[in-house]
């Protein structure tokens, strides 16, 4: 993979962090950026982690700010990788957002600002840097299993009703499906009537499932192209944004994400996988 430009978004700690050190020790003779909104936390997370690897890097890193759910910036990334690389061939949108559970932010705030992130932002970076991927090249949206979706009691509680899930079961749904799926959700939030419209209630919840749908969605567009588009679960890792619960070290949850960036085998798209393994995330 010598030559090859690799994008980590949220790569200044956490899972984005593992992500982009892994690639560093693995892919031999590329360019791997780390993205963060703050230039000055992207910055010390890049020296950090070429102090850290030494001579075990094998790869060069940079660091670039960019703050997915801006345009301009967004804008301004694909630009500079333009002119500087003539484009990108793997992008690896880790960059995501959830409220800690005690959080006090009304349903509806928590509503606008996750999808927002998640969702929203995930698709502004795509459609910016998208036509910039070399043919062949890869695209990994990390995801969670609260994405997946579930009309039966015992899976992971984000229960829906059927509609809702049978409208991604069809070969055929487009983008605006999606986004309705997401701006009916934001409605009920607003109106405090999320279980009765058929949603769960956690917005991170919602995002993710329409972050995994948008992966399909990708996968299906971007096939002609020979782009590899896949969704995973790094699973419930040691980071802030589980508060320090996950049992999971950074480099194991960022294993996954890294095998659908790099590996050969990785030939199909639009799929969710959990510990290398395509899952379900569709149920009854």
């Known amino acids: 993979m010598a030559g090859k430009i690799f994008v980590v978004t949220g790569a200044n700690k956490g899972i984005g962090y593992g992500i982009a050190r892994g690639l560093a ?6 360019t791997i950026y780390m ?3 703050t230039p000055s936390l992207g910055e010390k997370a890049l020296e950090e982690l070429e102090k850290e690897l030494g001579t075990k890097r094998i790869s060069k890193l940079a660091f670039h700010q960019l703050d997915i759910t801006d345009e301009k910036s967004c804008a301004d990334f694909a630009a500079f990788l333009k002119k500087t690389h003539g484009g990108l061939d793997v992008l690896i949108n880790n960059a995501g957002f959830a409220y800690k559970q005690n959080a006090t932010e009304s349903a509806a705030t928590q509503a606008d600002f ?20 070399r043919d062949g090249g890869r695209i ?3 995801c969670s299993q609260m994405g997946v979706m579930g009309s039966q009691i015992g899976v992971m509680g984000n229960l829906y009703k059927q509609s809702l899930i049978d ?10 499906d999606i986004d309705t799926f997401v701006e009916e959700y934001k409605k009920l939030a607003h109106a405090d009537k999320r279980k009765e419209g058929g949603y769960p209630e956690s917005a991170y919840c919602v995002s993710k499932a329409a972050e995994i749908a948008l992966s399909v969605l ?8 020979n782009i590899v588009v896949n969704a995973c679960c790094p699973g419930f890792v ?3 944004m589980t508060s320090h619960k996950g049992h999971l070290t950074i480099d194991q949850g960022a294993d996954t994400p ?11 798209g639009g799929l969710f996988y959990f510990k290398r393994k395509p899952i379900t995330w569709l149920q009854e």
């Open 114 to 133: 996750t999808i927002g992130v998640n969702y929203y932002g995930t698709k502004l970076v795509t459609d910016q840097l998208g036509p910039l991927i």
């Open 167 to 176: 409208q991604f079961k069809r070969d055929d749904f487009t983008l605006n």
């Open 258 to 268: 890294i095998f659908l960036a790099i590996d050969q085998s990785v030939q199909n």
């Open 238 to 240: 040691d980071t802030d």
């Open 218 to 225: 990708q996968a299906r567009e971007l096939a002609k192209r």
């Open 140 to 142: 990994v949206n990390v």
């Open 35 to 37: 993205t963060a909104r």
């Open 25 to 30: 020790q693995q892919v031999n003779g590329a």
